[in-house]
Nanobody
Framework: QVQVVESGGGLVQPGGSLRLSCAAS????????MGWYRQAPGKQREMVAT???????NYGDFVKGRFTISRDNAKNTVYLQMNSLGPEDTAVYYC?????????WGQGTRVTVSL
């Protein structure tokens, strides 16, 4: 059994920053990739950022250099540093861990960007 737990969401003002964390634990032999998706109200889930074990990264087009994903392989943890947040970034952010052959998802952490 594998658990994926996110933390770090909350309320932030426009232009502010947040750092999300996600830890995978349990029966883990090899994590191929970890990353973040988000889902805003009334919208489809979209990819925010992903990172593989060799530190190859990929970002959604909307990120535009504002977010940085990183990982600590020893801790099976991934981080998402989000800067210059705007109201359009308001969403529930979901972390995933791709452990071949299954992808595990967390419950999500809510990020609200508002005055």
């Amino acid at each position: 059994q594998v658990q994926v737990v996110e933390s770090g969401g909350g309320l932030v003002q426009p232009g502010g920053s947040l750092r999300l964390s996600c830890a995978a634990s349990g029966s883990i032999f090899s994590i191929y990739a970890m990353g973040w998706y988000r889902q805003a109200p009334g919208k489809q889930r979209e990819m925010v950022a992903t990172i593989t074990t060799d530190d190859s990264t990929n970002y959604g087009d909307f990120v535009k250099g504002r977010f940085t994903i990183s990982r600590d392989n020893a801790k099976n943890t991934v981080y998402l540093q989000m800067n210059s947040l705007g109201p359009e970034d308001t969403a529930v952010y979901y972390c995933y861990a791709a452990i071949i052959p299954t992808t595990y998802w967390g419950q999500g952490t809510r990020v609200t960007v508002s005055l």
